[in-house]
């Protein structure tokens, strides 16, 4: 399967953006999906993952209460919408497909080309 993220841009504290994530081919409903994060000079971290069906959800702590993700299996799209964002949050978003959706990024077999969140104080 193949991601393309987008959706990424400059935003002031306290704004919100929405992400998508698009994959292509017909099997996109047997995957897990996840978000993920790396700031500049800092290790890539989990951000948020949902199961196939889209009934299980799982947040990092940071951004729990603040960041939804959610899927649509018609339009094959991963979306993680984010709201009350802090500067901390800056950095690249990466969506990734594997086969549930984990917090440990070795559990993804397939990864977007991600998408950069700038967030101004």
């Known amino acids: 399967v193949q991601l393309q993220a987008s959706g990424g841009g400059l935003v002031q504290a306290g704004g919100s953006l929405r992400l998508s994530c698009a994959a292509s081919?017909?099997?996109?409903?047997?995957?897990?999906m996840g978000w993920f994060r790396q700031a500049p000079g800092k290790e890539r971290e989990f951000v948020a993952a949902?199961?196939?069906?889209?009934?299980?959800?799982d947040y990092a702590d940071s951004v729990k209460g603040r960041f939804i993700i959610s899927r649509d299996n018609v339009k094959n799209t991963v979306y993680l919408q984010m709201n009350s964002l802090r500067p901390e949050d800056t950095a690249v978003y990466y969506c990734?497909?594997?086969?549930?959706?984990?917090?440990?990024?070795?559990?993804?077999?397939?990864w977007g080309q991600g998408t950069q969140v700038t967030v101004s104080s």
């Open positions: 990734a497909a594997g086969a549930t959706g984990a917090r440990y990024y070795t559990a993804y077999n397939y």
């Open positions: 949902i199961s196939r069906s889209g009934i299980i959800t």
């Open positions: 081919g017909r099997s996109f409903s047997t995957y897990g």
